[in-house]
């Protein structure tokens, strides 16, 4: 049940080979919306569960909670507000932006057999508060990372994982009732995708394609 | 210079070896404080900036933003700012607790031969603000995203990175002239790891051993 035990050895070599491999890996990781009903085996959840542990944290904090919705009602409270904040979010847009958004599939929390909602637990003691005395956002931060740890995980294994966003984090907090100190972080739905592409769904859909802004860089 | 060609075939299958040394690449890829004066080749750093395109980010809205410091006046204003900002954590500490603070190596700025501040570009029309109404925060984690991915893709070509965050985000910000909207997230030192080590230095140095706590989930 703990993190997966941590090698004596010296560092492994990664060759070319897998380097290509982790770059096919991060072209398909995608932000999955569309899943086949076929269960998450529960094994293969727990694996993942450990396989996070290994992701970096401020202070080693590992600030990251889970909570697995299982029953109707907890999976209902989410839909109903990832429905309440999507119509917020298509009021505001016009023409045919508004039209393209409502023909987006932004959710997947119909069919996605695994649904875990995740938290950062912002009273956590672990990590004595190193490096965040400035920046305390870098414990949400610390969960972020887990989350894309999660993703690649999950993916290397054909399965694929949605992150769901519109949603009201406090509405979602109170549904699920966690502890106070968890700040809703983000809703994932997992399972095993029902089409797979290489392409983001939202340049598929004409919404936003790729550029090549973010590849700039100043030089000081 | 952009982001690498996507495949038209259909997803890779990665298999159970893949799937093994992925989980040795995320035991390794440790925050690395300690670099070997030797310089990062160019056209490797390149290689790197290409690979980030491929994070997810809200909205496909790819907002992260990169300053390359190579003058020492640069260089220079980020180790000031460490250097106050750490002094007032270290403050925070007593007795023991200070000790070990004081004994660890936090910054690797000294010797890091690449060295990459990243921002976050809060007014970005890119992804039109899909996904971002009810969480704004997003847009910040889809650069968190990102330096995953480069901490990631860096390791696995044999580089450490080293993500500081022990410095005033608004100091750094104006040291470095960088546009009003860009938001500070990290200050990342990236080189030839002079050590080599699958335990995360905080644990080596006695100051916070992973635990089994970010394992529990809650079942709703």
Redesign the interface.
């Known amino acids: 049940?703990?993190?997966?035990p941590?090698?004596?050895a010296?560092?492994?070599?990664?060759d070319h080979a897998?380097?290509a491999?982790?770059?096919?890996?991060?072209?398909?990781?995608r932000?999955v919306r569309h899943f086949r009903p076929d269960p998450v085996p529960s094994a293969l959840a727990e694996e993942l569960?450990?396989?996070?542990?290994?992701?970096?944290s401020?202070?080693?904090?590992?600030?990251?909670?889970?909570?697995?919705?299982?029953?109707a009602s907890?999976r209902h409270s989410v839909r109903a507000s990832f429905a309440r904040?999507n119509a917020?979010?298509l009021a505001?847009?016009d023409g045919e932006?508004a039209k393209r958004?409502a023909s987006?599939k932004?959710s997947g929390l119909d069919r996605a057999p695994l649904q875990?909602?995740v938290f950062c637990d912002e009273a956590?003691e672990?990590?004595?508060?190193?490096?965040?005395?400035?920046?305390p956002?870098?414990l949400?931060?610390s969960v972020?990372?887990?989350?894309?740890?999660l993703?690649?995980?999950a993916?290397?294994?054909?399965l694929g994982l949605g992150?769901v966003?519109?949603?009201?984090?406090a509405e979602v907090s109170g549904a699920?009732?966690?502890p106070p100190a968890w700040h809703f972080v983000a809703h994932l739905c997992i399972g095993w995708p029902d089409e797979?592409e290489?392409?983001?769904e939202?340049?598929r859909q004409g919404?936003?394609?790729?550029?090549?802004?973010?590849?700039?860089?100043?030089?000081?």
Chains 1, 2 share one sequence.
């Not at 972020?144 to 740890?149: K, L, N, P, T």
Request: charged letters at 20%.
């Open positions: 049940m703990d993190a997966p941590l090698p004596d010296g560092p492994p070599r990664f897998f380097c491999q982790l770059q096919d890996l991060l072209i398909w990781r932000d569960l450990d396989i996070v542990q290994l992701a970096p401020v202070g080693n904090s590992q600030p990251w909670r889970f909570v697995q919705l299982e029953s907890a904040c917020d979010a505001g847009y932006r958004y987006l932004l875990w909602t956590t672990q990590g004595h508060g190193l490096g965040r005395l400035t920046m956002q870098t949400a931060w972020v990372g887990a989350i894309h740890v993703w690649l995980a993916r290397a294994r054909g992150w966003s519109i949603l009201d984090p699920l009732d966690v797979e290489a392409t983001p939202l340049e919404w936003q394609a790729r550029t090549s802004l973010g590849r700039s860089v100043l030089i000081r």
